[in-house]
T-cell receptor, first 112, second 114 residues
Framework: DAKTTQPPSMDCAEGRAANLPCNHSTISGNEYVYWYRQIHSQGPQYIIHGLKNNETNEMASLIITEDRKSSTLILPHATLRDTAVYYC?????????????FGPGTRLSVLP | DAGVIQSPRHEVTEMGQEVTLRCKPISGHDYLFWYRQTMMRGLELLIYFNNNVPIDDSGMPEDRFSAKMPNASFSTLKIQPSEPRDSAVYFC????????????FGPGTRLTVL
């Protein structure tokens, strides 16, 4: 399994963009990058995933470098409710024998 | 859809007692996962099922833990006998094959073994 490296914590001012980095230098060609977050006392929540192209949905944008060795999750206008632990995971999505491995993630604190 | 449903939300029991945690996956999902989360070890996968069949239980910590999925809409995780070190939050998740493999998690059961 490709492993990921994330900073343990980050702060972001409310209303500003939160940019959460993830390194996955050993990612293989068929592995996707997934992002989840976990708000305190809740189950993890899926945010977005991508292979090599940038992706955007109603929650966030995902920017993957051309060499795919790193990515950035962008929350364009962070709110206090975005305070959570954010997990970056790499995985082959259609390999049904595989599952997600959650590392320690990045604890994002959105400050008023 | 109501999402993944877990019960109970909180469980406090004494060491040696049997504990049963319950999960109802999202209708139409054919994969079901049980996770455990602690401060020390983070989020760990315990076991997962595909079409009600256990596929990988290598994460189950020991024989005191067992999981069943008698039908597509119900699964249980049982601990017998329970020990204080089993105290954790237990999450159930489900997903559907053929999608982007994003998992949908339940709210969790917070277990405290005294």
């Amino acid at each position: 399994d490709a492993k990921t490296t994330q900073p343990p914590s980050m702060d972001c001012a409310e209303g500003r963009a939160a940019n959460l980095p993830c390194n996955h230098s050993t990612i293989s060609g068929n592995e996707y990058v997934y992002w989840y977050r976990q708000i305190h006392s809740q189950g993890p929540q899926y945010i977005i995933h991508g292979l090599k192209n940038n992706e955007t949905n109603e929650m966030a944008s995902l920017i993957i470098t051309e060499d795919r060795k790193s990515s950035t999750l962008i929350l364009p206008h962070a709110t206090l409710r975005d305070t959570a632990v954010y997990y970056c995971i790499v995985r082959v999505p259609y390999n049904y024998g595989q599952n997600f491995v959650f590392g320690p993630g990045t604890r994002l604190s959105v400050l008023p | 859809d109501a999402g993944v449903i877990q019960s109970p939300r909180h469980e406090v029991t004494e060491m040696g007692q049997e504990v049963t945690l319950r999960c109802k996956p999202i209708s139409g999902h054919d994969y079901l996962f049980w996770y455990r989360q602690t401060m020390m070890r983070g989020l760990e996968l315990l076991i997962y099922f595909n079409n009600n069949v256990p596929i990988d239980d290598s994460g189950m910590p020991e024989d005191r833990f067992s999981a069943k999925m008698p039908n597509a809409s119900f699964s249980t995780l049982k601990i017998q006998p329970s020990e204080p070190r089993d105290s954790a939050v237990y999450f159930c998740a489900s997903n559907r094959a053929g999608t982007g493999n994003e998992q949908f998690f339940g709210p969790g059961t917070r277990l405290t073994v005294l």
